[in-house]
């Protein structure tokens, strides 16, 4: 399977502009990719920094330039991978749209820049080590779903007080955000069993949350 780049946070992209820099920042991606490649294969508890380096072509010592040890290098997988998609969940929340067209764009959001992507894998890895290891389990709450939830509420709060949604979405908005832990689950365990049409999941799943309210 390909090695995804991480996608680069906007800091990272103007330091890139001087040749050093962007040595430093493609070096970091490749070791990056390694460790999602190893996570995914080993787990967090399982993998080691001699086998990021040696999948990354690099010495262990460069590792430690960029990241102080293994969860310092699990928790910059997080924030480089999906916080782009973060952000494109809180610029929905400001979008003053009918949430038919919201919940349509959360949809194309899900399915095209994280089920179809390798960051898939990073949630599949927080649903299989995020117990075991509480501090990435906090790390993950903290930087990706309370900022998600945060905005879906805003959001949903919205569309209920327009007559849009029902009021109990903004208190759960996980009810909404439930079919896309049942995919990257399903795709895990059984899919070469009984492929899922995830897109088509979703869109059923709105039209049951909001069919009473279209009725």
Known sequence: MPRPKPTQPAASQSKAQTPRA???AERRDVILAAALDEFSAQGFAATRMDDVAKRAGIAKGTIYLYFRDKESLFQELIRT??????????????????????????????????????RRDVIRLMLLE??????????????????????????LTRAADRGEAPA?????????????????????????????????????????LFARRSA
């Open 22 to 24: 962007r040595r430093t």
């Open 81 to 118: 991978m999906l916080t782009p998609v973060v952000g494109s969940i809180e610029a929905l929340r400001d979008a003053d749209v009918p949430m038919a067209v919201l919940s349509e764009r959360m949809v194309d959001l899900f399915v095209d820049e994280i089920f179809s992507t390798r």
């Open 130 to 155: 995020g117990r075991r290891f509480p501090k990435l389990a906090e790390f993950y709450y903290r930087e990706v779903l309370s900022r998600i939830f945060a905005a879906m509420r805003a959001l």
């Open 168 to 208: 109990a979405l903004a208190k759960f908005p996980q009810l909404l955000a439930a079919p896309g832990l049942v995919a990257v689950v399903w795709s895990g365990l059984f899919d070469r069993f009984e492929p899922l049409d995830v897109r088509a999941l979703m869109k059923a799943h709105l039209e049951v």
